[in-house]
């Protein structure tokens, strides 16, 4: 099978809408222009719900949405969207963009069930149980009292393993996280979540954490933010294979991808010569100096993340 990278994590479509780019827009890490020389590549791409939206979520969402669909339709005979499992063969096969839509913050169902069954005829594959604060589901990982899910929020885990929606816990508290390991009996994703043990902030997980989604065949895609790779003031691409590394020893290389959480963090968060998608190479090459195969670099930029749809979705 031909490489194919594959991305579980950016914010690009809300960062563009807020500030009026197009998704050809080079001034976004993610950008329809730099990505082209990586193809096929698929790309997740968040509708990012601030918790300030409360009760707003839905609406907050359709706009998100509408913004993207307008940009798909504009760049159709580039983009492929990822609705089922046989799309990423079009994407592989036709060497596209694919795109995967997704939900980061619960909060934009608005407390209603029947939103997961709208947003899925929408498109979204995936929904980020919360963001830092709590929402109608559970508790984020800034909570203060960690109350985990709620009876609404085990209500959603149950429908999205019914209708194979991808659950995320990145951003979850210990207890919301531990909650829906105990209901879902699907694999779990951490999109965009470091190892805690080399990185102590609350958005990072510990190393039992790592080993239960490893159980579920899951995923932790491994983040390029400064402030979850290192306590350090500024943190380079040598940290992100630490912690690449680090997951490696503890339950394999099959259970980590990447999810950059481009357009999510400001550029100046970013290391220095991973700036956006066109210095993914720089990552790979990093990964080679350090001693991994070529093999298992793919694995980790793309394969097991397309592993992942294939088993998962339609
Ligand atoms: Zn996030």
């Given at each position: 099978m031909k490489?194919?990278?594959?991305?579980?994590?950016?914010?690009?479509?809300?960062?563009?809408?807020?500030?009026?780019?197009?998704?050809?827009?080079?001034?976004?890490?993610?950008?329809?222009?730099d990505v082209e020389e990586k193809l096929p590549y698929i790309q997740f791409l968040a509708c990012f719900i601030h918790d300030k939206y409360i009760n707003r979520g839905y609406k907050r969402t359709k706009e998100i949405l509408n913004y993207y669909f307008r940009e798909e339709q504009k760049f159709r005979e580039d983009i492929v969207r990822i609705n089922r499992k046989s799309d990423i063969y079009k994407v592989i096969n036709e060497n596209k963009l694919g795109t995967l839509l997704t939900i980061e913050n619960g909060l934009a169902l608005d407390g209603k069930e029947d939103n997961i069954y709208n947003l899925y005829k929408q498109g979204i594959r995936l929904i980020t149980i919360t963001w830092n604060?709590?929402?109608?589901?559970?508790?984020?990982?800034?909570?203060i009292y960690d109350f985990g899910l709620t009876s609404f929020g085990k209500k959603c885990i149950n429908i999205m393993n019914e209708i194979n929606m991808i659950i995320d816990v990145s951003h979850s508290s210990p207890?919301?996280?531990?909650?829906?390991?105990?209901?879902s009996n699907k694999p779990i994703i951490a999109s965009h979540s470091n190892v805690y043990s080399l990185c102590n902030n609350r958005r990072n997980i510990?190393?039992?954490q790592i080993k239960e989604i490893a159980k579920t065949g899951g995923l932790i895609g491994?983040?390029?933010?400064?402030?979850?790779?290192?306590n350090k003031k500024e943190a380079t691409i040598k940290d992100i294979v630490r912690h690449i590394e680090y997951i490696g020893d503890l339950v394999g290389i099959e259970y980590i991808c990447v999810g950059s959480d481009f357009d999510g963090v400001d550029k100046k968060e970013l290391p220095e010569n991973l700036k956006g998608v066109k210095d993914i190479n720089k990552l790979e090459e990093c990964m080679l100096i350090r001693g991994f195969s070529k093999e298992n670099?793919?694995?980790i930029m793309g394969k097991n993340l397309f592993n992942f749809i294939n088993n998962n979705l339609e």
């Open positions: 490489n194919i990278k594959i991305d579980c994590h950016a914010d690009t479509i809300e960062f563009a809408l807020d500030n009026n780019y197009s998704l050809d827009n080079r001034k976004l890490s993610f950008n329809l222009v604060g709590d929402n109608q589901l559970g508790a984020g990982n800034q909570a207890k919301t996280f531990w909650d829906i390991l105990s209901i510990t190393d039992i491994v983040t390029y933010c400064s402030k979850f790779l290192t670099i793919q694995d």
